[in-house]
């Protein structure tokens, strides 16, 4: 799908502030974990979009860490919801999947990635 036929989704406003980092990790070759540091583009408690190398096929699922300083919230699951090219690399949208988690885990991500909406809030 190009940019042009791009239909915007989202309900919420995003937010980032150029400093918070995002830690991917997904599968690697031959079933391996590994994580890579890439640069956090935008975020609301629905989702992200961060800066990759590599395109990444929709469905893909991650496990994320956002580190904003003051707050570190780890365990994220995410599925990729799109992967569009830009001036260098890919820009990658993820959408959480808080209901992967078991029980009270889903309510308390629920509320950390509320945190973490509101401190990058109040940054910009």
């Keep these: 799908m190009s940019a042009a ?3 915007e989704r989202r309900q919420r406003l995003r937010y ?3 400093a918070t980092q995002v830690l991917l ?3 690697g070759l031959f ?3 590994k ?4 640069e956090l583009l935008d975020f609301n408690r629905d989702g992200l979009a961060f800066a990759h190398d590599e395109e990444l096929d929709p469905g893909v699922v991650l496990a994320l860490e956002v580190d904003a300083g003051e ?3 780890t365990g994220i699951p995410a599925l990729v919801r ?3 090219p830009r001036a260098e690399g890919y820009r990658v949208g993820v959408a959480f999947a808080p209901d992967r988690l078991r029980g009270s ?3 308390r991500l629920r509320e950390a990635l509320h945190k973490l909406e509101n401190l990058l809030k109040r940054r910009l």
């Design 82 to 84: 799109d992967c569009r």
């Design 31 to 33: 079933g391996r974990l």
């Design 16 to 18: 980032a502030d150029g």
């Design 25 to 27: 990790r997904g599968q």
């Design 35 to 38: 994580a890579e540091s890439r």
């Design 5 to 7: 036929d791009h239909h």
């Design 105 to 107: 885990a889903s309510e």
């Design 71 to 73: 707050l570190h919230v």
